[in-house]
């Protein structure tokens, strides 16, 4: 069945990086718009990037463009999340989320994962 | 940018029918899903495209959308209904998500 593992969470100082992967399995990654969504503590659902298909259309919510680079392993059917330049507001949970239909022209998250906590502090 | 505005928290009494709303610019002219977050667990999809349920979600839960308005109705509703409830669309795309709504069931 369709199953999403987040890792690479931590806590890390203002201005540092982190690396978020996103394991699937009971499905291939290129087969599939794959996003990334953050949740602040005890806040609401933030998108944060997504990746199509064939990998040529990015985006980034305006919050992280240039600090944050969304990209995809198909070898390991994977989703990563490299993040840079981190600030007290990226604290929060990171969710990976699948797509429901990959044919759909409209995103909508059927499957996500259990999320991985990024604590930016000094 | 693009906002999606819902009421921060709505109550109901178990076995009534609890209404969500989502607006927005011209929000009809998209597609909207709605998620359910209860504490401590990840969201998951109870509408998509409007109006249909994913495999497995009660017919208890419906959505509409017209105008600038997006409703999801929760019908008989269950002291397990009780959570987070989010709305989605997306614009120009990047995606929106509303504020999200706390359902109580009292």
């Known amino acids: 069945q369709v199953q999403l593992v987040e890792s690479g969470g931590g806590l890390v100082k203002p201005g540092g990086s982190l690396r978020l992967s996103c394991a699937a399995s009971?499905?291939?990654?290129?087969?599939?718009?794959m996003t990334w969504i953050r949740q602040a503590p005890g806040k609401g659902l933030e998108w944060v990037s997504h990746?199509?298909?064939?990998?040529?259309?990015?985006f980034y919510a305006d919050s992280v463009k240039g600090r944050f680079i969304i990209s995809r392993d198909n070898a390991k059917n994977s989703l990563f999340l490299q993040m840079n330049s981190l600030r007290a507001g990226d604290t929060a949970f990171y969710y990976c989320?699948?797509?429901?239909?990959?044919?759909?022209?409209?995103?909508?998250?059927?499957?996500w994962g259990q999320g991985t906590l990024v604590t930016v502090s000094p | 940018s693009y906002e999606l505005t819902q009421p921060p928290s709505v109550s109901v009494s178990p076995g009534q029918t609890a209404s969500i709303s989502c607006s927005g610019d011209n929000l009809g002219q998209k597609y909207v899903s709605w998620y359910q977050q209860r504490p401590g667990q990840s969201p998951f999809l109870v509408i998509y495209e409007d109006v249909k349920r994913p495999s497995g979600i009660p017919e208890r839960f419906s959505g509409s959308n017209s105008g600038n308005t997006a409703t999801l109705s929760i019908s008989g509703t269950h002291p397990m209904d009780e959570a987070d409830y989010y709305c989605q669309a997306w614009d120009s795309s990047t995606v929106v998500f509303g504020g999200g709504t706390k359902l109580t069931v009292l």
């Open positions: 989320a699948r797509d429901r239909d990959p044919t759909s022209s409209a995103r909508e998250y059927e499957f």
């Open positions: 009971g499905f291939s990654v290129s087969d599939y718009y």
């Open positions: 990746i199509s298909r064939s990998g040529d259309r990015i």
